[in-house]
């Protein structure tokens, strides 16, 4: 299951499904960094776009947010971004940065992207989608 829900996001975890993942499991979200990034070392970015059920989104922003502010005080976190779609209330869009692949994996392993995953999985309305991107400087 994990590798059939992963090549989307990582959204990092946020896949309904995502939540079964055995916590031995890679998340999704870093499988799908990984295939698409050369130089694992480097910086890169990635935004993964959430739509949430109607009447969810509420709670889906107020389960987002502590996972928003933990990741923002990570070491190897360039910049995160939790956006809502001001045309569309139940779509989410997160753009994150982060200094290396092996930054990402950390914050994957972290508890409240654990917890965001068991919140938010019921509210999902389909799979997250993830784009990856290069930084360029």
């Known amino acids: 299951m ?3 829900m992963l090549c989307a996001v990582p ?3 946020l896949f309904a499904g995502l939540s079964e993942v055995r916590a031995d499991d890679e998340n999704p979200v870093v499988t799908t960094v990984k295939s698409k990034v050369k130089d694992k070392t480097k910086p890169f970015g990635m935004a993964v776009i959430f739509k949430v059920k109607a009447g969810s989104e509420k709670d889906f922003e107020t389960a987002f947010i502590p996972c928003a502010k933990a ?4 070491p190897g976190c360039l910049a995160y971004h939790f956006n809502r779609d001001l045309d569309d209330a139940s779509n989410f869009v997160v753009y994150e940065q982060f200094k290396s ?3 990402l994996e950390e914050h994957a392993k972290s508890k409240y992207v654990a917890e965001l995953v068991k919140k938010i999985g019921p509210m ?3 799979d997250p989608k993830v784009k990856v ?3 360029v400087e």
Do not use: P, Q, S, Y
């Not at 990741?71 to 990570?74: F, R």
């Open 2 to 4: 994990a590798a059939r």
């Open 11 to 13: 959204v990092l975890f």
């Open 71 to 74: 990741t923002k005080k990570e």
């Open 101 to 103: 692949v092996a930054a």
């Open 124 to 126: 999902l309305d389909g």
């Open 133 to 135: 991107f290069a930084i």
